[in-house]
């Protein structure tokens, strides 16, 4: 077998593949032998008939066969040997395979280029959390009182910041009726919606009521069907509600968390928002070392790895959407291409880290993430431990630990000079 490699491209590689005609004649009567002892015709015993007749009536086919196996054998064989791992399918071309001369062809694929990230252990990038501030704190608590608050039924017209809960009646957009708008399955708070026409119309509004509300909706509406076109509503009130916001007393800190005061609550409240803004400023720092080697060491996507990206979106965002009403492919590739561009390169620039500098999960971090997960579902160490190995959780979660430690390498987290798996 001859074989020759060109590399149009960084990603791509056409191997040129050249079988002699003596190797494709062995498998041929190799395959005319077998066919001799198997086949069975009318007036012959079973492995009787003639070897001519066998190769004249099914020679062809079973040349094609041959020629079938050997492409597929010879193109695997050639990436092997040339260390060639295809990211799509292989697209086979310019196969010729005349009697008694050998068979040729062409095969393309798109493989990962290979890269060699520099300056990683030189970025000098680290988190910066912000301080947590009193009125942070403050902030916190007023939204876990708003969580806490008593919904009550009341028998006034509505004000800004009560409860409305209301079916639709019918809704006109420009002109057409909309049948397939469904009515709030939770009631929506007045004062907070994104509409400032619908919220202004619900107020004034008693359980029982009847309105009609004119609704202009802007341009970068999230839903496009209706985005800049006008609505006309008519809506029925079921139920108004008053929102009782409860003080911060000794009940309030009990249920909040069993704390005993509130001095104890806020400090709570305070460790939390450090742990949050510690891991904000850890992940937006992981994000700026990322960018920063994407900017110094450019290297090209497979055009195949951005597809399967994008078909990945496409698949999600369809669960988001009535049938038929997705978002077309092209319309995703303007909207996703350079984030995919980024999470792949993303990926090819850790795992080119970690495995340079032999970077791997302990199996102390990992039976760590195994008890937690067995605590949560209250189940056995040992028994979570073997469901998780048999799903393939245990090499993900391997894989993410791997992933958090060249990060935190990346930002300083972890310095260059420890922990390195040997």
Same mark, same amino acid.
């Given at each position: 077998?001859?074989?020759?490699?060109?590399?149009?491209?960084?990603?791509?590689?056409?191997?040129?593949?050249?079988?002699?005609?003596?190797?494709?004649?062995?498998?041929?009567?190799? /395959?005319? =032998?077998?066919?001799? /002892?198997?086949?069975?015709?009318?007036?012959?015993?079973?492995?009787?008939?003639?070897?001519?007749?066998?190769?004249?009536? *099914?020679?062809?086919?079973?040349?094609?066969?041959?020629?079938?196996?050997?492409?597929?054998? =010879?193109?695997?064989?050639?990436?092997?040997?040339?260390?060639?791992?295809?990211?799509?399918?292989?697209?086979?071309?310019?196969?010729? %395979?005349?009697?008694?001369?050998?068979?040729? *062809?062409? +095969?393309? +694929?798109?493989?990962?280029?290979?890269? &060699?990230?520099?300056?990683?252990? /030189?970025?000098?990038?680290?988190? $910066?959390?912000?301080?947590?501030?009193?009125?942070?704190?403050?902030?916190?608590?007023?939204?876990?009182?708003?969580? $806490?608050?008593?919904?009550?039924?009341?028998?006034?017209?509505?004000?800004? !910041?009560?409860?409305?809960? *209301?079916?639709?009646?019918?809704?006109? +957009?420009?002109?057409?009726?909309?049948?397939?708008?469904?009515?709030?399955?939770?009631?929506?708070?007045?004062?907070?919606?994104?509409?400032?026409? *619908?919220?202004? !119309?619900?107020? !004034?509004?008693?359980?029982?009521?009847?309105?009609?509300?004119?609704?202009?909706?802007?341009?970068?509406?999230?839903?496009?069907?209706? %985005?800049?076109?006008?609505?006309? $509503?008519?809506?029925?009130?079921?139920?108004?509600?008053?929102?009782?916001?409860?003080?911060?007393? &000794?009940?309030?800190?009990?249920?909040?968390?069993?704390?005993?005061?509130?001095?104890?609550?806020?400090?709570?409240?305070?460790?939390?928002?450090?742990?949050?803004?510690?891991?904000? %400023?850890?992940?937006?720092?992981?994000?700026?070392?990322?960018?920063?080697?994407?900017?110094?060491?450019?290297?090209?996507?497979?055009?195949?790895?951005?597809?399967?990206?994008?078909?990945?979106?496409?698949?999600?965002?369809?669960r988001y959407y009535p049938p038929g009403k997705a978002p077309g492919r092209e319309e995703v590739e303007e909207?996703?291409?350079?984030?995919?561009? @980024?999470?792949?390169?993303?990926? @090819?620039?850790?795992?080119?880290?970690?495995?340079?500098?032999?970077?791997?999960?302990?199996?102390?971090?990992?039976?760590?993430?195994?008890?937690?997960?067995?605590?949560?579902?209250?189940?056995?160490?040992?028994?979570?431990?073997?469901?998780?190995?048999?799903?393939?959780?245990? $090499?993900?979660?391997?894989?993410?630990?791997?992933?958090?430690?060249?990060?935190?390498?990346?930002?300083?987290?972890?310095?260059?000079?420890?922990? /390195?798996?040997?």
């Amino acid at each position: 077998m001859k074989v020759t490699i060109e590399e149009p491209k960084s990603w791509q590689r056409v191997i040129n593949i050249e079988i002699p005609n003596e190797e494709v004649q062995e498998e041929f009567q190799t /395959k005319l =032998s077998k066919y001799k /002892k198997d086949v069975k015709l009318p007036g012959f015993r079973p492995g009787k008939v003639p070897h001519n007749l066998i190769k004249t009536r *099914f020679g062809p086919a079973i040349r094609a066969e041959v020629i079938d196996d050997i492409v597929n054998r =010879s193109f695997r064989e050639a990436c092997s040997e040339n260390n060639i791992n295809p990211v799509n399918e292989s697209k086979i071309s310019e196969l010729k %395979a005349e009697e008694e001369s050998p068979v040729t *062809f062409k +095969v393309e +694929v798109e493989v990962d280029p290979e890269i &060699e990230i520099k300056g990683y252990n /030189k970025l000098k990038i680290k988190p $910066m959390p912000n301080k947590i501030k009193d009125s942070d704190v403050e902030n916190t608590l007023n939204n876990l009182k708003e969580r $806490m608050a008593e919904n009550k039924d009341i028998d006034r017209p509505s004000e800004k !910041g009560d409860l409305l809960s *209301f079916e639709y009646l019918s809704v006109v +957009v420009d002109g057409e009726p909309k049948d397939d708008l469904k009515s709030p399955q939770y009631p929506i708070e007045i004062g907070k919606g994104s509409l400032k026409d *619908f919220d202004k !119309g619900l107020i !004034g509004l008693s359980a029982g009521e009847e309105a009609d509300i004119s609704v202009k909706f802007p341009k970068d509406y999230q839903a496009k069907e209706i %985005a800049g076109k006008t609505a006309e $509503m008519k809506i029925k009130v079921t139920k108004v509600q008053e929102k009782i916001i409860p003080e911060v007393n &000794e009940e309030f800190c009990k249920k909040a968390g069993d704390f005993p005061d509130k001095e104890a609550l806020l400090e709570a409240i305070k460790i939390d928002l450090e742990a949050q803004e510690k891991e904000r %400023a850890r992940t937006e720092a992981h994000n700026r070392a990322i960018d920063a080697l994407i900017e110094s060491n450019d290297f090209e996507v497979p055009p195949s790895r951005l597809g399967f990206y994008l078909d990945k979106v496409m698949e999600d965002q369809a669960r988001y959407y009535p049938p038929g009403k997705a978002p077309g492919r092209e319309e995703v590739e303007e909207k996703f291409r350079d984030n995919g561009i @980024r999470a792949i390169k993303r990926y @090819r620039i850790i795992d080119y880290i970690a495995n340079k500098e032999k970077i791997k999960a302990t199996r102390e971090e990992v039976d760590t993430r195994i008890q937690a997960i067995a605590d949560q579902y209250q189940k056995p160490f040992d028994e979570m431990k073997t469901a998780l190995r048999k799903d393939g959780t245990t $090499m993900r979660i391997r894989e993410e630990i791997r992933e958090q430690r060249t990060l935190d390498k990346l930002t300083g987290e972890i310095p260059w000079e420890e922990n /390195k798996e040997k």
